[in-house]
Every structure is written in C-alpha cells, then in structure tokens.
C-alpha cells in the first residue's frame, strides 16, 4: 500500500530481521521498526505493534524463521520447539498465527533456509489472498452504497490490501461512488484510528461512528451492506472478530442488512466444529480504563477514562453465529457460512 508515495507491506523480513510498521503509533506518527530476533517479534504482536489476523500470522511466521536461524545446532530441536509454544501465546484467537506457525515450523525442521523461504510465502500468499478477496468483493458494491465496518480489517491488518476494506478499495479505484462508516471499535479504537487513516491515505469518503451507533444508522436505512473481517472461522461458519461484531450482526439482521465476513481460506480452522471451541482472548484491563491520543501541545498522552478505581473486563473477540452472516468472502469466492460448503471448498 502507498503511504507518501512509497509503496509498503505491514510486515516483511530481510536477512534474519523482521520489519514492520508500529501500529500503536498511528494515526499520529507513521514509523517503521526492526526486531532482530524472535522474542522481539514476539513482543511487537503481544504489544500489538503488528495486529490483525493477517498481519499476526505473517509476523509470526517470520518469527518462526528467526528461531530457526537462531537455534544452535547441538539443542536444534528444544529450542525451536519452545520458541513455537512462545510464539503460539502471544495472540490466542487468530488463526492466521497457528497457520503460519505450523507451516515455518515443518519446514524448520528441514533447515533455517527453508524456513524463512516458507515464511516469505506465507506473507506473499497473505497479500495475494487479500487482493483476490477485494476482486470477489467488489461484485457485491454496487455504486452509491454506504458500507459499515467494525474495527480494521484494512491493510495494515494484513500483509497488504486487506479484507473487509480491499473491496472497498478496489470499488472506489472504478470510481464507484461509495461511502464507509467506520465502527470507533473500543477499547483500543482500530476503526478511529487506523481504518479512518486507510481510507483518508486512499481518499474514500468516510466517517467515524460511535461504537453503539450502528444499529441506529441501520434502522434509519443508511447502511445498505456490512463488511468485517475475522480472527477464526470454525467450521460450521460461526466467526470470531473484534468485540462488538456479534451486536451489529444482530442488528444487520433485524433490518435486513446482508453482513458479510471477509476472510482468507487460513483463517478458517476446521478442527474448531463451532465457534463455542474458539478461544476467546481477555487483555488488560487498562485497555479500557485508559486512552491514548495527542494532546493540543502535540505530547503523546495517556489519560484515565473510567471511574477511579472500577475494575473492567477486556474480552477482545466475540463469536457471531453463522445464522446470521450473510456470506464469507475467500479468495476463492464468496461462499456461504455453512459446514459442507465450508469443508468442500477448503479441500
Ligand atoms: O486485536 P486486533 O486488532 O489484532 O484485532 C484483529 C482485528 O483486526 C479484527 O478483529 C479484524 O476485524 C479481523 S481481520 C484482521
């Protein structure tokens, strides 16, 4: 994607270091940064530095590779194997992480080489998928339609392109006339922060709304379609997202506004039958007590938000059932969120 006139991924490695843009600094300051080895790339998905399914999953791959390389050769196996359980715990929910991990981690065994070559496809396959899921979307955006979307599912949450967003992007470059409201998304504000800043660079006309606005916009019939992406599809379609996803879902359903998931085939986990067997991630607390932002002086603050001494509960993820998603958007095509569809077109 092109950010003052330079065109960058989100993640990408060279040599045995991994660079990535630090998403925690933006919208406010555009920086990229380096981890030299595996645990600080550990530490920029925990901190969410990287986040987003794709991104997480690419980041993490690399990861891998660097552990690979890392290793001494005479306790090779011990210590690959406890990187991957250190990878592994640092973003529970997406699938993407466990797909990378799983690939690098075979070919590991081969040799380091291998592994970082297998880590370069995993992220090239990442940003192809994405731009294929912007083409399949794109059939679905008929010119004047206003579009919700919760959270980022933008590029920066993926190698390049996006999910929910690369159809977006790519109706918007055949001149359809269309308009995104993009969902705040507390506590941590991907939708305020880092969609409104894609769609801004990209010059798509958007707003922000309130988290609790949704539901209202959609029953005065202003939105005419829902994109968002997804963290893990289980098998029989149920979808974990960004907290706050399952609501709008129930919502879009009432007013009979077609909700579809956006999603490469590696977010799908198959081994999950429903969505009651995803793991649902719990973060800090401080996520909601706190906010972050700029001052009018320009110095980066961090102020207390909530009533001194409340405790709150951080679910980061919730689970929409596949009953009310109206289609999944794969780089295969658009499919609908149930298990033989599912099963046959992953095999
Ligand atoms: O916690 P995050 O920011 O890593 O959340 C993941 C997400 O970006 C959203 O849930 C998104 O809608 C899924 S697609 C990347």
Redo the contacts with the bound molecule.
């Keep these: 994607m092109n950010v003052n006139g330079i065109d960058y991924r989100t993640v990408w490695m060279e040599g045995t270091s991994v660079f990535f843009i630090e ?1 925690n600094l933006l919208p406010f300051q555009f920086s990229i940064q380096e981890a030299k080895t595996y645990h600080e790339s550990c530490h920029a998905i925990r901190t ?1 530095m990287v ?6 999953g690419a980041i993490a791959g690399f990861a891998m590779a660097q552990a690979a390389c890392e290793a001494p050769v005479n306790d090779f196996s011990t210590f690959l194997q406890n990187a991957r359980t250190e990878i592994e715990s640092t ?1 529970p ?2 699938r993407n992480l466990f797909y990378a991990v799983e690939k690098v981690y075979a070919a590991a065994l081969v040799s380091p080489a291998a592994a970082v070559s297998t880590a370069q496809k995993v992220a090239d396959r990442d940003a192809s998928d994405s731009r294929m899921i912007g083409e399949f979307g794109n059939e679905l955006i008929r010119n004047g339609m206003n579009i919700e ?5 933008g590029w920066l ?2 190698v390049d392109y ?3 967003l690369s159809p977006v992007y790519l109706a918007h470059l055949q001149g359809k006339k269309i308009f995104v409201y993009a969902d705040e ?1 507390r506590p ?1 504000s ?1 939708g305020a922060r ?1 969609t409104a800043w894609e769609l801004k660079q990209a010059g798509v006309p958007h707003t922000i709304i309130p988290d609790n606005a949704g539901a209202w916009l959609m029953s005065l019939g202003k939105i005419d379609m829902m994109i ?4 893990r599809i289980a098998a029989n379609g149920d979808t ?3 907290i706050g ?1 399952l609501e709008k879902a129930i919502a879009a359903k009432e007013y009979g506004i077609p909700f579809y998931v ?2 490469p085939t590696s ?1 799908f986990d198959l081994d999950c039958a429903d969505g009651t067997h995803i793991p649902i ?1 719990e ?1 800090s607390e401080d996520e909601v007590l706190y906010m972050d932002g700029i001052a009018k002086d320009g110095r980066h603050e961090r102020i207390l938000v909530c009533s001194p001494g409340s405790h709150a509960f951080n679910p ?2 919730d689970v929409t059932p596949a009953k009310l998603i109206t289609g999944i958007i794969t780089e295969k095509g658009i499919i609908k969120p149930e298990k033989e569809t599912i099963s046959l077109r992953l095999t």
């Design positions: 998403q969410m986040r987003g399914a794709g991104a997480i973003r929910t997406a979307t919760h959270c980022n599912a949450a993926f996006g999910t929910a998304t941590r991907q880092l968002v992406g997804a963290d974990a997202n960004k996803t956006a999603a977010t991630e973060r980061a993820f």
